[in-house]
């Protein structure tokens, strides 16, 4: 059973920093791609970035672009999402989850190609 587990999570005031990360078991991780989301109070979980299974390629929503930084590490089974410059409107629970396929990077940006999600880290940005 893959299993998902997220922390780094916690306030911050405008335009600081935060790491995220979420380690992975179950399986091997270095050959799935894995994502990261997230939900604020009464929107949808909304894609954020996800990377490849070897890290090469990355790809970010447009409001993250220049301030979230995904990484991972697969000697660690732990993937990141550095977050700077972070605005009142990052606040939301963040989810990283990953497929059951290995799906290209391009097709990454789609929740419904995610099958295995962690339980949420909440970041809230204090104006």
């Known amino acids: 059973q893959v299993q998902l587990v997220e922390s780094g999570g916690g306030l911050v005031q405008t335009g600081g920093s935060l790491r995220l990360s979420c380690v992975a078991s179950g399986r091997t991780f270095s050959m799935y791609a894995m994502g990261w989301f997230r939900q604020a109070p009464g929107n949808e979980r909304e894609f954020v970035a996800a990377?490849?299974?070897?890290?090469?390629?990355?790809v970010y929503t447009d409001s993250v672009k220049g301030r979230f930084t995904i990484s991972r590490d697969n000697a660690k089974n732990t993937v990141y999402l550095q977050m700077n410059s972070l605005k009142p409107e990052d606040t939301a629970v963040y989810y990283c989850a990953t497929p059951k396929k290995p799906y290209g990077i391009a097709s990454l940006g789609s929740r419904n190609k995610y099958d295995y999600w962690g339980q949420g880290t909440q970041v809230t940005v204090s104006s």
């Open positions: 990377i490849s299974w070897s890290g090469g390629s990355t």
